[in-house]
């Protein structure tokens, strides 16, 4: 099926809530980050944890501000689930445990704002694509309209996550039209399939391909600038972290959290 308007058909999103422990790109159990919650426990009184639902092409930051959160808050846990911002809306919609959401785009972050109280969502990064090829570009993919060539295999997010909607908005822009040959759940199963060999290209976050360190070259065109995603943040009401929930969120907006999302090429709203 050709990938460019908006179709009717539906990528079954998987809905984990007996989730199983990784930190990865894929939904499953936040998993604790560097320090073990007996470890911070003994640094002072009972541990605490924070768990935080993230967009999966925030992996990379959020794994490293959850070190400095754990630095400065002695005795909390930061633990992490990272997965389509989609598949991370349904599941805290359908009850899994979440005292933070850090969506990818407003409309997910909607999806979970409707059905629960929460605070008021804070855009705190902005992100947009790149072509992704693999370091040597076998296929010699150098513009966008280069991934209308039959011959030329393609990745793309799945158009009900954020990162296919922005592929959507860019082919549009362009006014082309791709034929994927697999669609991704999310951003980062997407540039595995570059890394990998699998695909000669693929549309992705310009962070993602910043965090790849050199496994796969990201290559600039002016139609995502049209359709750039916007990240924001909340907390939500009936967290069971409370003001540990609250103290995460300041730590991203905070100057320190800027720096490392800058770092990492996202770009400030």
């Not at 967009?55 to 633990?79: D, N, Q, V, W, Y």
């Not at 595995?192 to 000669?200: I, N």
């Not at 070259?217 to 995603?229: K, V």
Request: include cysteine; charge should be negative; proline fraction near 6%.
């Amino acid at each position: 099926m050709v990938f460019r308007r908006r179709s009717r058909w539906a990528i079954a999103l998987p809905v984990a809530l007996a989730l199983a422990g990784s930190s990865g790109c894929g939904s499953g159990d936040p998993a604790t980050s560097t320090t073990s919650a007996s470890s911070s426990a003994s640094a002072g009184g009972e541990a605490r944890e924070v768990t935080v639902f993230a967009a999966a092409s925030l992996t990379e930051t959020f794994t490293e501000l959850g070190k400095i959160f754990e630095a400065t808050h002695p005795g909390t846990t930061a633990r992490f689930n990272f997965g389509s911002s989609a598949t991370l809306a349904q599941q805290i919609t359908q009850g899994a445990p979440a005292d933070v959401f850090a969506a990818a785009s407003p409309a997910t972050m909607k999806t979970v704002t409707d059905a629960s109280p929460a605070s008021a969502p804070t855009t705190f990064v902005r992100n947009k694509l790149q072509i992704a090829v693999p370091a040597d570009n076998p296929a010699k993919v150098d513009e966008l309209r280069d991934l209308t060539d039959p011959k030329v295999k393609v990745a793309l997010c799945a158009e009900q996550v954020p990162c296919g909607v922005a592929a959507v908005k860019a082919l549009d822009a362009a006014k082309l039209a791709v034929k994927p040959v697999t669609l991704e759940q999310d951003v980062k199963a997407t540039l595995t399939k570059v890394e990998l060999g699998e695909v000669d290209a693929a549309l992705v976050y310009k962070t993602d391909v910043i965090a790849s360190g050199g496994k796969v070259r990201g290559i600039a065109f002016p139609e995502a600038d049209q359709a750039i995603n916007d990240y924001p943040i909340a907390t939500l009401a009936e967290a069971p972290a409370g003001d540990t929930a609250k103290q995460f969120v300041d730590l991203v907006l905070s100057q320190r959290g800027k720096d490392v999302l800058t770092k990492a090429g996202f770009e400030s709203p």
